[in-house]
């Protein structure tokens, strides 16, 4: 078979369509606008709008209509910028699949799938597109998404050869002719398809919604009261309009919705250049709050590099070293080799194919054919392939856990207890062990299921597949942030033990099989979990229950896994890390990362990047809260106070308030790297409350003092017999240096600002630039001056705002020495 060529893929593809669900980008589009249009300060700044436009104030009308596409203009590059974001890792995480083409055995992106293609099916592998069953060997497909029955069903190249995009290989392979892709699918025409992320709620995004929903409501009462004061002492309706508008919009914290969103598509298209795939954004939030880390030994923590160091002879009852000089026993190799597939993907099953090639006198695998296969399963799991030649001779081959085997075979006490004890030997050192036994079956159909078999123990093979190099400071560098580090394996608890002892995962000797977890009680269990990190013989039930016991416990639990019996347990899981490599579909699919590389080490990365994303929103929140004080203030205070001047600010001023801090918010502190300590500190606990009191106290003192000192300089000024307008210019000039100023102190808040300097940030330079910018345009431009009715001051006075924005602000860097000196 070779399949298509690359001219006959191009015209399937323009004439059947591609193998992607349509996407209406028009929908997207008016979605956006749509969110965009109900924001609360959009509306705001419409009814400003139009007020201007009906008094006949055009110059202010149209200020505020750039205002609104500004404003517009923003949230749309912001959400289109993050859904990108989005698309880019969900484009990268899509499946893959196996196809012939030209002759030769590729990998593609399902979506690249075209009619006519032949795609290899394998188990474990989730269905690409529709067809037909060219070749099937012991084949089976779960359709639970289709027909709602969860059971397998058995497909053969005969008269049950339909197969269907979406749905599940249980067991066995296939090789299948495409016949329908995309919307064409049984999949796509019942409408199952994913047109779009659902991205759920967290307990973080659902605090954020409620402060702000929240602050509307403050808002709008706080519109009415200061809409009838306005007009109770001046009779002027508009102008009270105007004032009521005015703190409306200051009172709006519409920056931290946008830079949640911003923080976690950012951070997640972040976290994919240290090849982590992350499935949807939100799960960044959670990464910095793992306590717990549940890992598989094999490929994980070890190199999966496997390579067959021992092999045991039931017959002569010797242990053989394969680099040695003694009789390798052929037997042993072989029908461990006729137990493995015959196109092997795992690595074990690859070093008994390389080994057999290297020992064999003469090659038989042309010679047989695979006529039934049993696969891995059992408890023990154990896996049995029957082969047959065209003389009628029959193998029947199986290999698995040792104990697995003996409990099938014809052997003494003493002879099974001589095998688990040369198990446990090389288990001690290390090395994962299988059994290997020749099946004996003299009926003429074979039996529903392998256990049904009896079987001549054959012998041992002892595998070595050392730790990778890193893992020893990978697993410090969780301990030292706080996180335990649990091992959960299929292997011998002696080999678990060995392994973690090579790389110092920290245990104290206890280890729980899988039947001591299942005989446990929920309580019981919850409690040893506490103190055991090892766990050996384990199998996805017991998996599922040891997650849901660390999850009782208030853990927040990371999950890897690799196949197909790990769906549950990294669906269970609070974060659910898939192996890229060597994961099957359904792993991967369950997951909620995709480690691409494999490599643990990354994890590490990961939670660095969550918490810094964390502790760097915020800071970003506790700036608004910080730099929206003193604008609702300064609009509030001089009306409530009945100051001479009190209508300081117009909307024209908040709006470019707004428009300064925003991109503050979220565009320097997203960039702000992660500070010293950050993973030297036990993780948050999930769910509690963002800002904590004190936090919070300190961000309203903030704003509470530039206020003070804005408003200060202001009544000092009026006392003085200074106009409206040099108050308001003194006002709005301390008001933007105290923005620059909050900005720097805020980048810590535990460092000096001397120290955060030194950050790497290379917008912040930027920002702070054109803020002076600014600040020199509505001091010295006519036009800008008039816009903002404003005036030139002279350098005493501006010296007089720069001092006392500073002052305001920079008070928090002796809370910081003294923060410093009770830390020391």
Known sequence: MTGLDTRQVELSRQQNGSNSIDTNEKRLLAHV??????????????????????????????????????????????????RNAVQALRKISAPRAVVIRNGVTVQIATEEVVVNDLLLLEEGEVVAADGLIILANDFSLNESILTGESFAVTKTAGDNNSVYKGTLVTSGSATIQVTAVGNKTMFGKIGLSLQEITIVKTPLQQQIRSFVRNMVWIGGIAFLIVVGFNYFQSGDLVQAFLQGLTLAMSVLPEEIPVAFSTFQALGAFRLLRNNIIVKQPQYVETLGSATVICTDKTGTITQNKMSVAFLYDATTRQSVPVSGTGDIPETVVEYAMWSSEINPFDPMEKAIHELYTVIATTDKRPLFKQVHEYPIGGKPPMMTHIFNDEKGETIIAAKGGPEAIAQRSDLSPENIKQIEEQAMIYARQGFRVLGVGKGIWKEKNWPVTQEEFSFEFLGLVAFQDPPKENMRQTIKTFHDAGIEVKMITGDYAETAVAIANQVELGHNNEVLTGNEVLHLTATELQKRVKSINIYARMFPEAKLKVIDALKENGEVVAMTGDGVNDGP??????????????????????ASLILSDDDLGHMTEAVAIGRKIYDNLKKAIQYIVSIHIPIILIVTLPLLLQWQFHDLFSPVHVIFL??????????????????????????????????????????????????????????????????????RTVVFTTLLFSNIFLTLVNRSFYYSVFTTLAYKNRLVPLIIGITLVFIAAVLYIPFMQKLFSLEQLPFSLIGVCFFTALVSTWWLELWKIFKRKKNA
Do not use: D
Not at 54 to 79: D, P, T
Not at 569 to 576: F, T, Y
Not at 697 to 725: D, F, N, P, V
């Open 569 to 590: 347990a990294l669906k269970a899981a609070h974060i659910g890390i898939a192996m890229g490599q060597r994961g099957s579909e359904v792993a991967r699919s369950a």
């Open 33 to 82: 606008l749509k969110e965009v249009v109900l924001e609360p300060m959009f509306i705001l700044l419409l009814a400003a709008t139009i007020i201007y436009f009906l008094v006949g104030q055009y110059q202010e009308g149209f200020i505020m209509l750039a205002a609104i596409f500004i404003v517009a203009g923003i949230s749309i590059f912001q959400e289109y910028r993050s």
């Open 658 to 727: 707004e428009l300064i801090m925003g991109p503050t918010c979220s565009i320097i502190y997203e960039n702000e790297p992660m500070e010293p300590g950050t993973m030297n500190r036990p993780p948050r606990k999930m769910g509690t409350t963002f800002l904590s009191v004190r936090q919070l106290l300190i961000s309203i003192l903030q704003g509470l003092i530039i206020t003070a000192g804005c408003l200060g300089a202001g009544y000092y000024l009026m006392q003085q017999g200074a106009t409206e307008t040099t108050i």
